[in-house]
């Protein structure tokens, strides 16, 4: 049976995982969002009929598409984060927003241990290399780099980059952070600055926060600091990450080799990425889980079903 909200609909903006596609689908009768050039014909004729949208962390919702929908109430992210939703827009509307901080905190940390894992030991280029003939006709590939006992950076000790050092601990690594605010609750050092923490390890994690405050974050600078024999990992956001400084250090072996579930401009990565095999780039879907160890919260499908009686952000 179809749940309809009070008094409008509920719009997709973006994809979302198939299994909430069609769970929207078949009890809010969700409507997604057309893609350009049939975006603004489609708001202009229906934008008053909906009141709730739902979207990712990555995708979010624009001022622009916020003006188009007079009529909105509730804003609701399946994801962790709100940095492609401004946040001043819909606190100026009284609008509620929403997200899913942790359902799908495991499986990014087990993503981020995979890459790491990933491109020091270079598992995929190793694959590519036996499938293109190489191993018959260029003999053994080379040898690699050892994962165990090695130091990892994690800027952004939240949920997520903290269930990255616990996993790490397996491995006998030694963690370091960074964050906005030291955590009086954990073991591991904490390191004052980016640079100082990518100098001090192996591999930098980035598990950090998206949004204009860490725009930019992981400059030519910190990369520099990484240096040669480091390796990059990011499981937050693209726009964490100067991408033009990494292809840029990959490409001139300033860094040892990155693994990379995120990027500025997705879906569509630099093609100088896609050249280089010490890179291991994966779409960013690739962390979430067909049946997620916690469901994703209901909370979240009662406010597109009750979004005019709750509280606004």
């Known amino acids: 049976m179809t749940e309809r909200t009070a008094g409008g609909r509920v719009l997709q903006v973006g994809p979302l995982m198939a299994s909430l596609e069609a769970r929207l689908r078949s009890r809010f009768a969700a409507v997604r969002l057309p893609d350009a050039p049939d975006t603004d014909s489609f708001l202009n004729q229906r934008g008053k009929e909906f009141v709730a949208a739902v979207t990712s962390g990555r995708v979010g919702v624009s001022d622009q598409l916020m003006d ?3 009529n909105l109430k509730a804003i609701i992210n399946f994801g962790v984060g709100y940095d492609t939703t401004n946040i001043d827009s819909v606190r100026s509307r009284g609008l509620i927003l929403s997200n899913t901080p942790d359902v799908l905190t495991d499986c990014v940390a087990d993503t981020a241990v995979g890459a790491l894992i990933d491109v020091m030991r270079s598992l995929s280029a190793a694959d590519r290399y036996i499938r293109r003939g190489d191993w018959l006709a260029k003999g053994n590939f080379p040898l690699t780099r050892r994962v165990s006992g090695t130091t990892v950076g994690i800027l952004g000790l939240g949920r997520i980059g903290l269930a990255i050092a616990h996993r790490l601990a397996g491995f006998n690594i030694h963690v370091a952070y960074h964050n906005r605010n030291r955590r009086a609750d954990v073991p591991y050092p904490y390191v004052d600055s980016v640079i100082a923490l990518a100098a001090r390890s192996d591999i930098l994690i980035v598990a950090a926060s998206g949004g204009d405050s860490s725009r930019g974050l992981i400059s030519a600078e910190v990369l520099d600091a990484l240096g040669p024999d480091g390796f ?5 956001r693209g726009s964490i990450v ?7 250090s990959l490409a001139h072996h300033r860094i040892a080799g990155a693994g990379l579930d995120t990027f500025v401009n997705e879906p569509h990565v630099p093609a ?3 050249s280089l095999d010490n890179v291991v780039v994966l779409p960013t879907w690739v962390a979430a889980p067909r049946k997620p160890a916690r469901p994703w919260p209901s909370s979240s499908y009662r406010t597109c079903s009750s ?4 509280e606004p952000w």
Do not use: H, I, K
């Open 68 to 70: 188009a929908l007079p």
């Open 242 to 248: 100067n991408e033009a400084a990494l292809v840029d």
């Open 232 to 236: 990059l990992v990011n499981v937050a």
């Open 307 to 310: 979004s005019w009686r709750t």
């Open 272 to 274: 100088e990425l896609l």
